[in-house]
């Protein structure tokens, strides 16, 4: 699969996920946060092996590889999707997105430190532009950065380890298939995850007995769409173009998901919150390579003609 095709596929995924911040923000408004959340992963996880079956990539790790899935699982499941939905039960859809924009410059940066890549002056162009667009989107709202809480806190924990989890996840893509390695951390993530919602939401498993078919559609949506088959082909994508390339696409996540809100939230959208999306646009195309893909390919085109 060439870049370009990859490129499409993230930013299909970056809707999902979008999405599914206004998806897991009507969940935990309903239910416990830490016991919906470790269901909805554990839930995803199952889907993830379904698939990896019918696929016939299901593997036993090799002993190094269980190193991969335990420090992933922690890292990328349990610790990511904890601190989200605390989070964003307890922050503004503003506040929330603009923490999490930061999450292409935090892998970009870890990728420098850890992985020894450079950066061109091209893509680092696109990191600016992703930057501006994201404070454009999310300052647009007219909120800025007032009411600063413990979410907000919680939410930039949740994208830290997401981002470093990128790291572990390609380095163990250089051994075992992404798709699998995102199947082992989404089940052993979400038990630990669940192990400590019994801890601190003793009642949690009695409180969802009570749900609507709204509420359901939205958990099977977000388990299904946004968890299993989005961490999946975004693992596979950090596996194939790099995680500094790949994170650059969570710009669109952060767009979208303010699009969610406008749409089933209610939340206003402004002409910022358009300018934001040019340069989150431009941050893309520049900062993911796309740019420099096309402008190769053209001057191979000229050359063959």
């Given at each position: 699969m060439n870049n370009i095709k990859i490129y499409l596929i993230l930013t299909g995924i970056m809707f999902s996920w979008g999405m599914n911040v206004t998806a897991i923000k009507t969940l935990v408004r309903y239910f416990p946060v830490i016991t919906i959340q470790s269901l909805r992963v554990f839930f995803a996880g199952v889907v993830v092996f379904l698939i990896l079956a019918l696929l016939k990539k299901i593997r036993k790790p090799s002993g190094s590889e269980y190193v991969y899935i335990v420090a992933g699982g922690l890292?990328?499941?349990?610790?990511?999707?904890l601190f989200l939905g605390m989070g964003l039960s307890e922050t503004s859809a503003v506040n929330g997105g603009l923490i999490l924009g930061l999450g292409p410059l935090l892998t970009a940066l870890m990728a420098i430190l850890f992985l020894g890549n450079r950066l061109t002056y091209i893509r680092s162009m696109g990191f600016l532009f992703g930057t501006v667009g994201i404070l454009l989107t999310v300052l647009g709202g007219g909120k800025g950065l007032s009411g600063i809480s413990i979410g907000d806190f919680y939410i930039f924990i949740s994208i830290f380890?997401?981002?470093a989890s990128f790291i572990l996840i390609s380095k163990a893509a250089r051994t075992m298939d992404p798709r699998l390695l995102t199947g082992y951390?989404?089940?052993f993530g979400s038990i630990?995850?669940?192990?400590?919602?019994?801890w601190l939401e003793p009642e949690g498993l009695h409180s969802i007995r009570i749900g609507s078919i709204l509420l359901w559609s939205l958990f099977l949506g977000s388990a299904i769409v946004a968890t299993a088959i989005g961490h999946m082909l975004y693992n596979y994508a950090v596996g194939k173009v790099g995680p500094a390339e790949t994170s650059i696409f969570l710009n669109l996540n952060t767009f979208f998901s303010l699009v969610g809100a406008v749409v089933f939230l209610g939340e206003e959208m402004t002409v910022y919150h358009l300018f934001g999306l040019v340069f989150i646009v431009a941050g893309v195309l520049f900062g993911s390579g796309a740019l420099e893909e096309l402008t190769l390919k053209r001057k191979s085109v000229r050359r063959a003609a």
């Amino acid at each position: 699969m060439n870049n370009i095709k990859i490129y499409l596929i993230l930013t299909g995924i970056m809707f999902s996920w979008g999405m599914n911040v206004t998806a897991i923000k009507t969940l935990v408004r309903y239910f416990p946060v830490i016991t919906i959340q470790s269901l909805r992963v554990f839930f995803a996880g199952v889907v993830v092996f379904l698939i990896l079956a019918l696929l016939k990539k299901i593997r036993k790790p090799s002993g190094s590889e269980y190193v991969y899935i335990v420090a992933g699982g922690l890292l990328n499941v349990t610790s990511h999707h904890l601190f989200l939905g605390m989070g964003l039960s307890e922050t503004s859809a503003v506040n929330g997105g603009l923490i999490l924009g930061l999450g292409p410059l935090l892998t970009a940066l870890m990728a420098i430190l850890f992985l020894g890549n450079r950066l061109t002056y091209i893509r680092s162009m696109g990191f600016l532009f992703g930057t501006v667009g994201i404070l454009l989107t999310v300052l647009g709202g007219g909120k800025g950065l007032s009411g600063i809480s413990i979410g907000d806190f919680y939410i930039f924990i949740s994208i830290f380890t997401q981002a470093a989890s990128f790291i572990l996840i390609s380095k163990a893509a250089r051994t075992m298939d992404p798709r699998l390695l995102t199947g082992y951390m989404l089940v052993f993530g979400s038990i630990v995850l669940f192990f400590i919602g019994l801890w601190l939401e003793p009642e949690g498993l009695h409180s969802i007995r009570i749900g609507s078919i709204l509420l359901w559609s939205l958990f099977l949506g977000s388990a299904i769409v946004a968890t299993a088959i989005g961490h999946m082909l975004y693992n596979y994508a950090v596996g194939k173009v790099g995680p500094a390339e790949t994170s650059i696409f969570l710009n669109l996540n952060t767009f979208f998901s303010l699009v969610g809100a406008v749409v089933f939230l209610g939340e206003e959208m402004t002409v910022y919150h358009l300018f934001g999306l040019v340069f989150i646009v431009a941050g893309v195309l520049f900062g993911s390579g796309a740019l420099e893909e096309l402008t190769l390919k053209r001057k191979s085109v000229r050359r063959a003609a």
